[in-house]
């Protein structure tokens, strides 16, 4: 079984940068794309991107410019970078493994606890 324990959430002024971290306990992170998501009360869980094996990434509309995946193989982590948070970004954010088909992305594994990040306005 995979756990999946992200860390690095809290509260931040619109306009900061947050970077998230969540390590992976299997060495099986390497060979698999990552995605980050999040989930705002009240809503569903959604995609915020992802990164494949190589390091080639996507994001969705509502983030791209702003957030940044990276991922570190030898450490079993991929990170986000967020900056320019606005209140509209505040969610539980997760990582999971995922499977990617074109413009479906499917998530792998169970879901770890989340962080929560919260913006001030």
């Known amino acids: 079984q995979v756990q999946l324990v992200e860390s690095g959430g809290g509260l931040v002024q619109a306009g900061g940068s947050l970077r998230l971290s969540c390590v992976a306990s299997r060495s099986i992170f390497s060979v698999n794309a990552m995605g980050w998501y999040r989930q705002a009360p009240g809503k569903q869980r959604e995609l915020v991107g992802s990164?494949?094996?190589?390091?080639?990434?996507n994001y969705a509309d509502s983030v791209k410019d702003r957030f940044t995946i990276s991922r570190d193989n030898a450490k079993n982590t991929v990170y986000l970078q967020m900056n320019n948070l606005k209140p509209e970004d505040a969610a539980v954010y997760y990582c999971?493994?995922?499977?990617?088909?074109?413009?479906?992305?499917?998530?792998?594994?169970?879901w770890g606890q989340g962080t929560q990040v919260t913006v001030s306005s």
């Open positions: 999971n493994f995922v499977r990617l088909g074109g413009s479906i992305v499917i998530p792998l594994a169970s």
């Open positions: 990164i494949t094996s190589g390091g080639r990434t």
